[in-house]
């Protein structure tokens, strides 16, 4: 069993930047696949982006270049930092986390088991 808590949201005028984290504990295997989601009011959750253990980051076209996914494989900690946030970034975000391997590890994938509780983002015009 995985528990995932983030947090890191709040609110922030667009052009500015945020640092989401998400705690892992429990029993973490080594090919363990961290995620991103997101959810604004609504729209279905998209994914954002994924990281596998060996630091291959995959991202969602929206926010190529902008957000940027990290972790810390001894602390379990996943990261999400985001720049040159925009309006149409406001929604609630999830970290996510399953035993994909490979190209499975990919933000376009609905089917993780594991989800945090989601923090709420807000980026005003």
């Known amino acids: 069993q995985v528990r995932l808590v983030d947090s890191g949201g709040g609110s922030v005028q667009a052009g500015g930047s945020l640092r989401l984290s998400c705690v892992a504990s429990g029993y973490i295997r080594s090919d363990v696949c961290m995620a991103w989601f997101r959810q604004a009011p609504g729209e279905d959750r998209g994914g954002v982006a994924t990281i596998d253990r060996v630091g291959r980051a995959t991202y969602a076209d929206s926010v190529k270049g902008r957000f940027t996914i990290s972790e810390d494989n001894v602390k379990n900690i996943a990261y999400l930092q985001m720049n040159s946030l925009k309006a149409e970034d406001t929604a609630v975000y999830y970290c996510?986390?399953?035993?994909?391997?490979?190209?499975?590890?990919?933000?376009?994938?609905?089917?993780?088991?594991?989800w945090g509780q989601g923090t709420q983002v807000t980026v005003s015009s």
């Open positions: 996510a986390a399953d035993y994909f391997r490979g190209t499975g590890c990919r933000p376009n994938r609905p089917d993780f088991i594991y």
